[in-house]
């Protein structure tokens, strides 16, 4: 692998305190190094251009069996997207639900190295890795879903909470699976019956357990296995009028489990758990409430799940909520329960500005983003495909980066929605750095990915090179200049390879696949396992061994290895 | 002697994957826990075997080396303008892969028995979307099972003790806590075993699905009977199946290959959804070949689309009814064939068949059929399942791995090596024109 030198350009690295310096990178065998040999090195002159981590994104479903189903559903989706095969792209399609290979080039073209899809069910995970492997271009983990499951469930109602962590190690060790995703708490298995979780406080039949404790018994349990990721969490209620209640006593019930100034809870799509009001006609912003609270506590951090008007398609876990979401629309729906563990359901949506309500969303993402002081719990997303597609990303920047931009929507949406709204009183503005924090930096921070989001020496050697000439351009001003530049990166580098040129694919590779492997007590491992081999049979249709994903069946397999405290 | 524990049965679509299979020197000598059409092939698979690659020459099928064979069927495939690859539902996922992968380099079209199966179905979840889940919750909680226009009993002989009607789950315990209720054409063996039979008269099911729906959302039925069924006895039946706590419809090909075809199945998914504002109501498709879904996973995933994927224009391109290959054949369009693992010339209708002979025909094969005696080019593989691994997906979607078992016969490769290998000598034929 040929050493590279990018020379001149302007470095925006947070993590290393540097804020648009013009300096020299040297990467050498995949890593950032201090220095290489000129002569032999390929120069890339960024001159006048902008130096930046790798992307890296901590929520998008671009993978897995709901996904699948979701592609399949929407052929006619399909249509609006068509890539051809080239020398180095297979062809493929799609924009709100992309084929993989289309997944992979997409992101990359975008500046993008890394990707973690945020919801699988364990029981499904093959399918996952099998996708994953036909991903190529970034590296990727998946964050299986634990917040109806039936061990976790009866571990908890047992007060069991060694098993319980020890369970949750052997499955993400088992499935690959990175890091503990809760939807929905209790509500999806209520769900199973036709029902939801009715507050926080109220048992889920059957098993005797509250959402409540579902979520304090995972804080703790991911905390004692010292996973790299906190709690990464789909709180209930979600999409309703008034949930910013819910999240955030959702939150404060998980406060008392952090550690070491680390948060314990990720809030995902703030956005949809960041409602006011009291029905559909008096929805409005929960925004000032939720940014107040998470202001004010540092056992927290969020993703925006920002939507953009477009034709997308919703999909979650939360089968409760697409089943509201249906029967509000009337559009197409797909529901899909997994035994033991979880649920799914599927609805296309059209968010329009001239709806109240889609405008009223667009509001709240906007308003939770600006008035977050500390650009570190924020991490930037759609919610891919559920607010928007990822490569809508570089708009939803330039709103962050623009009071211009914003105000030039702002204009077009609802005009009931725009009167309930103080967006139009937010001069915040985020600084480049500010963006670089919450596309790369803050990301790779709170999934503990050491060598990700920065350019220090030793990372890896994931960089983007946009064409941006901040002598020339102002953000706040021109931000139509920095969408179109970060639409299409001039280089992408991945792994020390340059893979992207001038916004086109020019070599593609397939990436790695994450996983965690917690070790805990062999004892408590042993026991544990022992009594899973028990009880799989009754709760499942597959054997135990077929359950377990072999490592052979990954492409580039990266395992991370942490001691537990159990 | 060597034991296999917690196989996966590469038949039907139920992938049961706790069969223990004994191999004694390199033969498998006994299927634990397997039904009938399991323990038939895991036994007899080998029977019938093609052993050598072979070529027609002046309308003779001859032996040939591999190197031959595989040249023969690439030159023919680059050479084609609009090939067709045809079958893979008896291959692993990775299989699968490389044909796309090669039907995108020759730009053909790449269809799947699915096509003239289940396909309808896929049309019907465009239109409406599917309430559905694993094979575990309906074992887990389904207190009404209805089967409509396929035959478990025959078909998916395991279906019902370990997934339906006889299974034990955490809040059924077994057959006594449901109920079954079959609706189809004929009397059938499932039919038999049930609560309740409802006789329709054939290609009525869109009939029969909307006067339930009528029924179900409290209108009147304009009629006396429908599908040979009375009023009465529809509006019982839809009491039964909104009165029920967790209830599922499986349906076959009684439905979706009979008249009204994917409008029937818009009918199916429109009445389980609107069963759904009334209690939990599940459907699924009971599919056949033990692979079929991974074909139809793996092509939406690299493709966007199910079957029927045409890359001629570069990119994958999907309308039923255009590429698909029954119409495709009709129209008279393709100019060559690949089949893997498939018996289109014995299973498609005469005139299809006939037509489809007129263009060389390329086969892969583990074992003879008309589709290899009239083939132009057959070059031998092995089984999925028994002598080479992979993925394969359940009805349900859930990925299982399949195992080796058994070595192949010397001389014979996976249909995914065979593949491979096409692939490599295309390109390498373009490079060189």
Redesign the interface.
């Given at each position: 692998m040929q050493d590279i030198i990018i020379k001149n350009g302007t470095i925006f690295d947070p993590i290393n305190n540097i804020d648009g310096e013009v300096m020299d990178i040297a990467l050498s065998n995949g890593k950032i190094v201090d220095r290489v040999n000129e002569s032999k090195a390929l120069v890339i002159d960024a001159t006048n251009k902008i130096v930046l981590p790798g992307g890296v994104d901590i929520h998008s479903h671009i993978?897995g069996?709901k996904?699948?189903m979701g592609?399949?559903?929407r052929?006619?989706d399909?249509y609006r997207n068509?890539?051809?095969?080239t020398d180095v792209k297979?062809?493929?399609?799609?924009t709100s639900?992309?084929?993989?290979?289309t997944t992979g080039y997409e992101y990359s073209e975008m500046g993008y190295t890394t990707v973690f899809e945020p919801a699988n069910p364990p029981?499904?995970m093959?399918?996952v890795i099998?996708?994953f492997n036909?991903t190529p271009m970034i590296d990727k983990a998946c964050y299986p879903l634990f917040g109806s499951n039936?061990h976790v469930m009866e571990y908890l109602h047992d007060n069991k909470e060694d098993e319980l962590a020890a369970y949750i190690a052997w499955t993400l060790r088992s499935v690959k699976g990175y890091a503990c995703k809760l939807v929905n708490p209790g509500g999806v298995e209520a769900w199973?019956?036709?029902g939801d979780a009715e507050g926080l406080d109220r048992a889920i039949g059957?098993f005797g357990v509250t959402p409540r404790e579902i979520v304090k018994g995972m804080c703790k349990a991911v905390q004692r296995l010292n996973l790299p990721h906190s709690i990464h969490i789909h709180a209930n209620n979600l999409g309703m009028p008034g949930n910013y209640e819910t999240s955030i006593k959702t939150l404060d019930s998980m406060r008392e489990f952090a550690k070491d100034g680390k948060p314990i809870a990720h809030l995902t799509h703030v956005q949809f758990n960041a409602y006011g009001g009291s029905n559909w006609m008096n929805i409005n912003s929960g925004a000032e409430h939720i940014s107040d609270y998470i202001n004010n506590n540092d056992h927290v951090s969020i993703d925006l799940g920002q939507i953009v008007f477009s034709d997308t398609t919703t999909m979650t876990a939360d089968g409760p909520f697409e089943?509201k979401l249906?029967?509000l629309t009337g559009n197409?729906?797909?529901?899909?329960?997994?035994?033991?563990e979880t649920?799914c359901g599927?609805?296309p949506i059209k968010y329009k500005k001239s709806n109240y309500i889609h405008a009223i969303m667009w509001v709240t993402g906007l308003e939770t983003a600006l008035m977050i002081d500390d650009p570190w719990k924020v991490c930037m997303t759609t919610d891919h495909p559920n607010g928007g597609y990822f490569t809508t990303y570089p708009k939803v920047i330039t709103w962050l980066m623009s009071q211009k931009a914003r105000q030039k929507y702002m204009e077009k949406v609802n005009k009931r929605a725009k009167s309930r709204t103080a967006l139009e009183s937010l001069d915040r503005e985020y600084s480049f750095s500010e963006v670089i924090i919450s596309t790369r930096a803050g990301p790779a921070k709170l999934l503990g990915l050491n060598n990700k989001g920065h350019l220090g020496v030793g990372a890896d050697a994931d960089v983007a090179v946009y064409n941006i000439d901040l002598k020339k351009v102002d953000p706040a001003i021109q931000y139509w200049k920095v969408r179109k530049a970060l639409r299409r990166a001039d280089y992408t580098i991945k792994d020390g390879e340059i893979v992207v040129k001038d916004g086109e694919v020019v070599k593609s590779v397939p990436g790695r696949s994450y996983w965690v492997d917690s070790k805990v007590s062999n004892d408590l491992a042993e026991s544990v396992e022992s009594e899973l081999r028990e009880k799989f049979k009754?709760?499942?249709?597959?054997?135990m061994?077929?359950y377990i994903i072999?490592e052979n069946?990954i492409v580039n397999s990266s395992p991370i290895t942490v001691q537990a405290e159990v | 002697m060597e034991i296999f524990?917690?196989v996966?049965c590469p038949v039907c679509g139920c992938l049961c994957?706790?069969i223990e299979v004994n191999v004694e020197n390199n033969k498998i000598v006994k299927a634990r826990n397997a039904c009938a059409m399991g323990t038939t092939k895991f036994l007899n698979y080998n029977a019938d075997r093609i052993s050598v690659p072979m070529i027609k020459d002046n309308g003779v099928q001859k032996p040939v080396s591999l190197e031959d064979s595989i040249g023969r069927a690439s030159e023919v495939l680059v050479n084609a303008k609009y090939p067709l690859i045809y079958g893979l539902s008896l291959s692993s996922?990775e299989s699968v892969?490389v044909a796309l992968?090669l039907t995108?380099?020759i730009g053909g079209v790449l269809d799947n028995q699915t096509s003239v199966c289940h396909g309808p179905g896929?049309q019907g979840?465009?239109?409406?979307?599917?309430?559905?889940?694993?094979?575990?919750?309906i074992?887990?909680?389904a207190d009404l099972i209805v089967v409509w226009g396929a035959n478990l009993q025959e078909a998916h002989p395991r279906h019902m003790e370990?997934?339906s009607y006889t299974s034990k789950g955490?809040?059924r315990n077994g057959k006594d806590d449901r109920k079954l209720i079959v609706i189809d054409v004929r009397n059938t063996l499932t039919a038999k075993s049930a609560d309740k039979f409802v006789q329709i008269e054939q290609g009525k099911d869109f009939e029969f699905a909307n006067a339930l729906r009528t029924a179900l959302n409290q209108e009147q039925i304009q009629k006396n009977q429908v599908a040979g069924v009375p009023v009465e006895e529809i509006e019982d039946l839809a009491e039964i199946l909104r009165s029920c706590?967790?209830g599922v419809i499986f349906f076959g090909q009684g439905v979706t290959q009979t008249n009204g075809k994917g409008r029937n199945i818009d009918g199916l998914f429109s009445l389980t959804?609107d069963l759904?504002?009334w209690?939990?109501f599940?459907i699924m498709p009971a599919r056949g070949h033990f692979n079929v879904t991974g074909v139809?996973?793996?092509s939406?995933?690299?493709?966007?689309?199910?079957y029927g994927i045409d890359?001629s224009?570069?990119?994958?391109?999907?309308n039923p009814g255009e590429t698909t290959i029954i119409d495709i054949i009709r129209r008279g369009e393709n100019d060559a064939t690949l089949v893997i693992g498939s018996d289109p010339i014995a299973h498609f209708p005469p005139a299809i068949s006939k037509r489809l002979t007129s263009n060389p025909i390329i086969a892969i094969d583990p074992a003879h059929s008309m589709t290899t005696m009239v083939a132009d080019v057959i070059i031998p593989s092995s089984f999925a399942g028994i002598e080479y691994e992979g993925?394969a997906?359940r009805m349900d979607?859930?990925?299982?791995?399949l195992k080796k078992l058994v070595n192949e016969p010397n001389n014979t490769k996976s249909d995914e090596v065979v593949l491979k290998m096409i692939l490599e000598k295309v390109r390498d034929i373009k490079r060189r024109n």
């Open positions: 993978a069996p996904v699948n592609r399949l559903m052929a006619e399909h068509l890539k051809p095969k297979r062809s493929g399609v799609g639900c992309p084929s993989t290979f029981l499904k093959l399918h099998d996708e036909d039936w199973k019956w036709g059957n089943f249906q029967a197409r729906w797909i529901n899909a329960d997994i035994e033991a649920g599927i609805v009754d709760y499942y249709t597959i054997q061994s077929n072999a069946k | 524990q917690d996966v994957d706790d996922c892969k992968e995108e380099e896929v979840l465009h239109d409406i979307g599917e309430s559905t889940g694993s094979l575990g919750e074992r887990h909680r370990r997934y955490r809040f706590e967790f959804r759904n504002s209690t939990k599940l139809n996973q793996v939406t995933w690299q493709t966007g689309f199910p890359f224009q570069g990119y994958p391109w999907y993925i997906y979607g859930v990925a299982l791995p």
